[in-house]
């Protein structure tokens, strides 16, 4: 059975940096591009960030690139999303999930629980 | 920014209505269209991938159609537990984008 589970989130002061981790199990970790989608309280699903397999191509989305940095562990199956000068912005439950690919479409079936970053003073 | 347009914003039906819910991309994105439900306090889940495909073990009053920048999800015969959120979501280029979704009650 495929499982993520998130954690690192909490309560973090403006400007302050937070660690999210997901850990993965029952697929093949390596082999699946990650990505990292959040939700602000009561608002929709924004796309945060990608990887690849191997960690060796990463994308953002434009408003984030430079204070997150997505990375991950193969070895410990487990995805990470670094984030740095964090602002009131960006509280939000935060969820990762493997890419599916089945004959060119690209779709998240598996979704972790999520784990909500709050950024206030 | 591929924008995703969802409408309506938010809908009321009847129990065995049939509900559609529309999305629009400001850039033909093929048929790289996925459809997901939210219930409250839960993560997504995946019911339409490729515009039409209806994902495995999903019921088949949950449809989907359209192509290029036009599309459709369809539930056929609304039912209790249909209702949540529905969010549209294109992956036709980065950054993968979502509706800001509709949300369904129970009239």
């Known amino acids: 059975e495929v499982q993520l589970v998130e954690s690192g989130g909490g309560l973090i002061q403006p400007g302050g940096s937070l660690r999210l981790s997901c850990a993965a199990s029952g697929f093949t970790f390596s082999t699946y591009w990650m990505h990292w989608v959040r939700q602000a309280p009561g608002k929709g699903l924004v796309w945060v960030s990608r990887i690849n397999g191997n960690g060796a191509i990463t994308n953002y989305a434009d408003s984030l690139k430079g204070r997150f940095t997505i990375s991950r562990d193969n070895a410990k199956n487990t995805l990470y999303l670094q984030m740095n000068s964090l602002r009131a912005e960006d509280t939000a439950v935060y969820y990762c999930?493997?890419?599916?690919?089945?004959?060119?479409?690209?779709?998240?079936?598996?979704w972790g629980q999520g784990t909500l970053v709050t950024v206030s003073s | 920014d591929i924008q995703m347009t969802q409408s309506p914003s938010s809908l009321s039906a009847s129990v065995g209505d049939r509900v559609t819910i529309t999305c629009q991309a400001s850039q033909d994105i093929s048929n790289f269209l996925n459809w997901y439900q939210q219930k409250p306090g839960k993560a997504p889940k995946l019911l339409i991938y490729g515009a039409s495909n209806l994902e495995t073990g999903v019921p088949s009053r949950f449809s989907g159609s359209g192509s290029g920048t036009d599309f459709t999800f369809t539930i056929s015969s609304l039912q209790p537990e249909d209702i949540a959120t529905y969010y549209c979501q294109q992956y036709g280029s980065l950054p993968i984008t979502f509706g800001q979704g509709t949300r369904l009650e129970i009239k």
């Open positions: 999930a493997p890419q599916a690919d089945n004959s060119g479409y690209n779709y998240f079936t598996t």
